[in-house]
C-alpha cells in the first residue's frame, strides 16, 4: 500500500527558498500511470494546486506560482521534491505531496488526488 | 481561468441527506472528483469521476454532475462525516472549488 511522507524544515526566513521533499513506500515514482503532485493550504483556508511531475520529468505548474517554483523527482531515492522561491508570510502553508492517478478524457488528460501524505506545516518568518 | 464556487457551509441534522455543489462553467463537460477533509487532517477522495467511489468509502456518498452544477450527496448522515469538502477537476491543472464546511447538527 502505497504510503507519501513529506519533509523539511519547518521554518524559512522570508526571501529564501522553501524545500520540501516527498518520500514513497510502497509504490515507484517511475510509475508512469501517475503523475506526483504537490498541494498546500494556508491556515484556515482552502486547498491549492502547487504543480505535478511526471517520471520523465515533465511538470505543470499552477499559473500564479510557475515564477517561482520548481518540482523534480529522484528515481534513485524514490522521491520528488518541491523548491518555492522568494518566500513571503502567505507561503506560510501545510504542504501536501499526493499521488494523481493520469486519466483520459476525449479533449485531455486529467487527474485526481487519491493518496495523500499526512502534510508537513512550513512557516514563512524571520 | 477557471473557477469553482462552493458554498461556505452547509447543516443537516443525522439522518438526513447533505448535498453539496459546485458550481463551474459547463462543469457537466469535465470530471469533478470530491474530498473530505476532517479538522486536523489531510484530506481524503471521496467520490472521483463525477460519481466513482475508492474502495473503502462508504456507498452513503454519491456524486453527480451536469450543466453548470456538481453535487456531493451524503445520505443517512452520521456525526462522523462533519469535515470540509472540496470539489476539484482539470482545466489546464488542478483546480479546487473553495471548500464547503458541513456541520451535523
Known amino acids: 500500500q502505497l504510503q507519501l511522507q513529506e519533509s523539511g524544515p519547518g521554518l524559512v526566513k522570508p526571501s529564501e527558498t522553501l524545500s520540501l521533499t516527498c518520500t514513497l513506500s510502497g509504490g515507484s515514482i517511475s510509475d508512469s500511470s501517475y503523475y506526483w503532485a504537490w498541494i498546500r493550504q494556508p491556515p484556515g483556508k482552502g486547498l491549492e494546486w502547487i504543480g505535478n511531475v511526471y517520471s520523465s520529468g515533465s511538470t505543470y505548474y499552477n499559473p500564479s506560482l510557475r515564477s517561482r517554483v520548481g518540482i523534480s523527482g529522484d528515481t534513485s531515492k524514490n522521491q520528488f521534491s518541491l523548491k518555492l522561491n522568494s518566500v513571503t508570510a502567505a507561503d506560510t502553508a501545510v504542504y501536501y505531496c499526493a499521488r494523481c492517478p493520469i486519466r483520459w478524457s476525449s479533449l485531455d488528460s486529467y487527474c485526481y488526488m487519491d493518496v495523500w501524505g499526512k502534510g508537513t506545516t512550513a512557516t514563512v518568518s524571520s | 481561468s477557471y473557477v469553482l464556487t462552493q458554498s461556505p457551509s452547509v447543516s443537516v441534522a443525522p439522518g438526513q441527506t447533505a448535498r453539496i455543489t459546485c458550481g463551474g462553467n459547463n462543469i457537466g463537460t469535465k470530471k469533478v472528483h470530491w474530498y473530505q477533509q476532517k479538522s486536523g487532517q489531510a484530506p481524503v477522495l471521496v467520490v472521483y469521476?463525477?460519481?466513482g467511489r475508492p474502495s473503502g468509502i462508504p456507498d452513503r456518498f454519491s456524486g453527480s454532475n451536469s450543466g453548470n452544477t456538481a453535487t456531493l450527496a451524503i445520505s443517512r448522515v452520521e456525526a462522523g462525516d462533519e469535515a470540509a469538502y472540496f470539489c476539484?477537476?482539470?482545466?489546464?491543472?488542478?483546480?479546487f472549488g473553495g471548500g464547503t464546511k458541513l456541520t451535523v447538527l
Open positions: 469521476d463525477d460519481s
Open positions: 476539484q477537476v482539470w482545466h489546464s491543472g488542478v483546480i
